[in-house]
């Protein structure tokens, strides 16, 4: 670590550093309060997701319990065919966000198909949407924390360090200039003193 110079140009540099500082400070902070609000909304959406997949689960498994009969056919009815995630800009971090999704349905003939097939066929569609949808929403509140994470340790970084160190090394190198400058007095009164002995 480079030694302080204890002179008039460091006081300029260490002031100059300070206010920049406390000029950056605040947007910092509000970045972080404006992803914290982000967070919390993905964080809600997630725990909503969640319960929906559950409320769906749930819904199937008191609507349609012949499912358990393994003599019908019910795998492969549904599959996705499109999916597309685009990048979102919230708050300078770029999230991902569903933009498309498409999902087929294997053709059945309803003659060989018992009719409950058909409703099951719309719950798989939702389930295939709520489970993709939860993916996204997790990767999203993945990177806001991270984001937040990023952020806060920037604000405590100016907030705890960097400004105080500034404040100290103003404060150092004031005291000095002062402790000089009054040397400088003491010495020329005593110089004045010593003149106006030696002229008498």
Avoid at 148 to 156: D, E, I, L, M, S
């Amino acid at each position: 670590m480079a030694k302080l110079s204890l002179n008039k140009a460091t006081l300029h540099k260490e002031s100059a550093k300070l206010k920049r500082y406390k000029q950056y400070l605040p947007s910092l902070d509000l970045k972080r309060q404006q992803l914290m609000t982000e967070r919390a909304k993905a964080q809600s959406a997630l725990v909503q997701l969640q319960q929906d997949v559950q409320a769906c689960q749930d819904w199937v498994a008191a609507s349609l319990p012949m499912l358990a009969n393994r003599h019908i056919a019910v795998q492969n009815l549904v599959k996705v065919e499109q999916i597309e995630v685009k990048r979102e800009n919230v708050v300078g971090v770029n999230l991902p966000k569903l933009s498309t999704l498409k999902i087929s349905r294997e053709q059945y003939s309803f003659f060989v198909k018992p009719h409950w097939v058909d409703r099951l066929v719309v719950e798989l569609e939702r389930m295939l949407l709520l489970q993709i949808q939860l993916r996204v929403q997790q990767q999203r509140l993945t990177i806001l924390n991270m984001a937040v994470k990023k952020v806060t340790q920037k604000v405590n970084l100016f907030d705890k360090v960097l400004i105080p160190k500034s404040l100290h090394n103003i404060r150092k190198i004031r005291l000095s200039l002062s402790d000089a400058e009054r040397a400088d007095v003491v010495r020329a009164k005593t110089t004045k003193q010593l003149r106006s002995q030696q002229a008498i």
